[in-house]
């Protein structure tokens, strides 16, 4: 595999003729249009960021964005009209300043030019022209027509010919758009937004939850609102309705279940308005997993003081033995992604069947739909709306029943996954010591 690519250039000022629009300063989807381009390319692996500015026009300060720590953390940005010198083979991933694009476009783009020989890789699809990765050579002709009409296109055309470009399958709902005026930049950043939607989302999700939960992430794009005030108010509505239940009767069950659907609905918008304005941390991961992991627990609480209110006391310890076991296996999942995997997430476990490598297969066949269909069953949005159906019919016990089956068969199939996939885990925990031990030798 050759290197990835570790400097970018975001083509900008006159493009095909005109002013680049949005204007590098522009807001798109709550921070800078600028910023966003360079968080993408930045995830994407560039730690070297140049905006290179074409036109008689001044260049924008860039120095705020520079400093921003969404970006900083990651990598630089600077600005020049001269094309940036270097190896001539040096890999470099270079992004139109007039195109609104899928996030995850650069990193797919940067994956398939390490896995290629060609000159240029990019995502299958006319349409999406607006990252691709090359060499320094090809990327300074790119830049030098990117000011004359169609230069971009046509150079690209040119290599499609002669078969110098790879190109990859675009990621799930992936999509380019250019955006001349003020009313372009609206839809592009309703798609933006709508493409915030995850391959590996939940059923509940992609039929109810998303619709819901979207067009209010829109709404707080633009506010101080952060992902992690979001966690604690999905979390805050899903101890309020355990509380709720917990009281008893059937208007105490609906109304709390109807709170912990509430809050599963706003628990889906934290991570949609991190991944929109780039406000990822590790401490949100946490939150975030900590904070479903409780809730699950708080609302099976309700239901079990609700049926022992109305003598069914076996629920005590069915809930009391449901909660060790879901114990168990979620410190256990923390452990490895905390130490192993390096991540808050819990879907950051590769091999894990409700991981989201996992959910995002594609499937061929009735065997194998339903091989990656039936963990979808088990995550937390469709179970949380299965219980509001039980509540509606006024069968807690079915919740309670809903709980101890899922937190059995997680235990199990936890187990199962972990013994199987031990060799790995400790392959994954050796590189994991040898990069830490790496980066301290260097540092000493």
């Known amino acids: ?27 798109l989807g709550g921070i800078p249009y600028v910023l966003r381009i360079a968080c993408d390319l930045a995830l994407a692996g ?52 007039d195109r609104v694009y899928h996030r995850d476009i650069p990193v797919r783009v940067a994956q398939t030019w390490q896995r ?86 939940g059923i509940a999700s992609k039929l109810v939850n998303r619709h819901l939960s979207l067009p209010v992430t829109w709404l707080l794009a633009r506010s101080r609102i952060h992902p992690n005030h ?23 069950g609906v109304g709390g279940m109807l709170l912990v659907e509430l809050g599963s609905i706003i628990d889906g918008i934290d991570g949609e308005l991190a991944r929109l304005r780039f406000q990822f941390s590790r401490i949100g991961q946490w939150l975030d997993t ?23 006391t076996w629920a005590i310890p069915v809930c009391a033995m449901a ?25 950051a476990i590769p091999w894990a069947f409700q991981s989201s490598e996992f959910l995002s297969r594609k499937s061929s066949g009735a065997v194998a739909w339903l091989r990656l269909t039936a963990p979808k069953l088990f995550k937390r949005d469709f179970v949380v709306t299965l219980c509001l159906g039980f509540a509606l019919l006024g069968h807690l016990e079915l919740i309670l029943a809903s709980f101890a089956g899922g937190a059995a068969v997680f235990f199990v199939v936890f187990w199962v996954q972990a013994v199987r996939n031990r060799s790995s885990i400790v392959a994954d925990y050796r590189r994991v010591v040898t990069g830490v031990a790496t980066v301290r030798s260097r540092a000493a």
């Open 1 to 27: 595999m050759r290197p990835a690519p570790k400097e970018a250039w975001i083509l900008a000022g006159n493009l095909d003729g005109v002013p680049a629009q949005p204007e590098l300063l522009d807001e």
């Open 46 to 97: 560039a730690t070297r960021i140049i905006v290179v500015w074409s036109g008689s026009a001044p260049v924008p300060p860039l120095s705020a964005i520079a400093a921003d720590p969404r970006l900083a953390q990651r990598a630089t940005l600077a600005a020049t009209r001269d094309l940036p010198a270097g190896n001539a083979d040096d890999a470099i991933l270079v992004a139109r300043a």
């Open 116 to 201: 290629s020989a060609v000159r240029i890789a990019k995502v299958s699809g006319e349409e999406h022209d607006a990252i691709v990765a090359t060499d320094r050579r090809t990327a300074r002709i790119l830049a030098a027509r990117a000011p004359v009409q169609d230069g971009l296109a046509a150079e690209l055309a040119r290599l499609l010919v002669v078969r110098e470009v790879a190109c990859a399958e675009p990621p799930y709902l992936a999509f380019t758009m250019a955006v001349p005026d003020r009313r372009a930049r609206g839809k592009a950043e309703r798609r933006l937004v709508w493409s915030l939607r995850k391959s590996a989302d």
């Open 230 to 252: 979001v966690t604690l108010i999905a979390l805050a509505c899903a101890l309020a309705g355990a509380i709720v239940i917990s009281r008893g009767g059937y208007a105490a």
């Open 290 to 312: 900590v904070v479903d992991d409780v809730a699950n627990v708080a609302y099976a609480a309700g239901v079990t003081a609700n049926l022992a209110a109305a003598g069914l």
């Open 323 to 347: 909660t060790i076991a879901f114990a168990i296996t979620q410190s256990t999942q923390y452990a490895l992604i905390k130490v192993v995997y390096r991540s808050g997430d819990l879907a």
